[in-house]
């Protein structure tokens, strides 16, 4: 039985409250309202990390976006109201009422290694360039991975993290740009406030 489960229908996040669900993938796939982003002139753009809470969501993300450079008007606000729909989701499986958010321009070949986080529960999401890449522990043979899956820009993972999960059974990495070019923009969510569970 596989430690992954996707569907297209954004209930399966709450998937990753069961034990033996390592990460749940939600298959949305990115809004043509953000296809923008990838034409975007990221060498303007800063990277942004924030607590947010809930209550102050809207605010917090339109201010975040505006000081790092994003463009005003309405592609910028379409990208604040997902921002915002996934903090609020990701905080009710959580059960925290405030997140910090990540939004990160990754240039380089960072976190290219498979790993599991040192968090609870992490969700990311590509917004532009390639997806996240994935493995299953029981999947390694001779110390390399049987097959490596990929999210296409837009889907949205929850992973479980080492804090929940000691014994991971979903190892991720960024996809190593070195060989692709290009760059990617990156959605990641950690939860702050939390205790030890997953409601």
Known sequence: MSAAVCASAPEVLTRIAEPDVHLAIWQAGRSGRLDWLEALDHAGISDLSFPCALTDLEREIGEGLAEAGYPKGAKTEALSQL??????????????????????????????????????????????????????????????????HQMRAGDVGLFKGRLLAPEPAILHRSVPLSALGGTRLLLVLDPLGVGEGIR
């Open 83 to 148: 921002m915002a729909d996934l903090c609020r989701r990701f905080a009710a499986i959580m059960g925290c009422a405030e997140v910090k958010v990540r939004l990160e321009v990754i240039r380089t070949d960072a976190c290219r290694k498979f790993h599991a986080d040192y968090v609870p529960a992490r969700l990311i999401t590509t917004l532009a360039g390639p997806g996240t890449q994935w493995i299953e522990v029981d999947a390694i043979t001779q110390g390399e991975p049987e097959e490596i």
